[in-house]
């Protein structure tokens, strides 16, 4: 069965510091993709960044990218110049499969608290 | 650029009522997603549809239904409440069921007393 792990319960960071949070993932599937999402106090999910597993090089966006480590079976997203904006919880996902609707499959999630 | 509606965005039901939370796309995507959020927790699937007139259970389906006769709406129904269906409720599209992303609405905070 798919699943995903975030092992850090809580992060805290200084304003303008990178801040790398964990992700690591079990699938049997040879094709996949990994996803971030942020939810800030508000409760909406805003995706972030997505990583195909065939994909040769890891996914940026902005100041967000993803350390994939295929091997390791890890995901982890790289926040780099952490703003005070940036204090919400962080899910990582996966697509389940595709003949159950391709859900999202969610990890625990990491509450990062961004310190000026 | 509208995206993904829920409504009502909060609503408290006594035990034993039925309401539906509404959810509509302007995106045009096939598949459209019900989760539920526990606090602390990640999100879990109750229902899924992968185009108009074709719905699926997911991993906590009990004490809900919906329906998908359209390609943009995609009601949850709760029959008969109970305590334990307090949560957040999450609506989410996406074009495909592979490796595009799925897109949000901003929840409904249920409570059920």
């Known amino acids: 069965a798919q699943k995903i792990t975030q092992t850090q319960p809580g992060m805290f960071v200084q304003e303008k510091e990178a801040v790398t949070l964990d992700c690591t993932y079990d699938t049997s599937d040879p094709s996949y993709g990994l996803f971030w999402y942020k939810q800030p106090s508000s409760g909406e999910m805003i995706f972030l960044i997505y990583q195909g597993s065939y994909d040769q090089q890891n996914a940026t966006e902005g100041r967000y990218s993803l350390n994939f480590q295929k091997a390791r079976k890890s995901a982890n997203l790289v926040i780099s110049a952490s703003q005070l904006g940036d204090s919400a919880m962080y899910f990582c996902?996966?697509?389940?499969?595709?003949?159950?609707?391709?859900?999202?499959?969610f990890g625990q999630g990491t509450e990062l608290s961004v310190k000026p | 650029n509208a995206g993904v509606t829920q409504t009502p965005k909060f609503r408290i039901l006594k035990i034993g009522q039925s309401m539906t939370l509404q959810c509509t796309q302007d995106m045009n995507h096939n598949y459209m997603y019900w989760y539920r959020q526990d606090p602390g927790m990640g999100l879990k699937l109750i229902y899924y549809s992968v185009g108009a007139g074709i719905t699926d259970k997911g991993e906590v389906p009990n004490g809900y239904n919906v329906s998908r006769s359209t390609t943009e709406d995609f009601p949850l129904r709760l029959e008969l409440a109970a305590p334990s269906q307090t949560s957040v409720y999450f609506c989410a599209s996406s074009p495909d069921g592979l490796n595009q992303p799925q897109h949000f609405g901003d929840g409904t905070r249920l409570s059920i007393l």
């Open positions: 996902a996966m697509r389940g499969p595709y003949n159950q609707g391709g859900k999202l499959i």
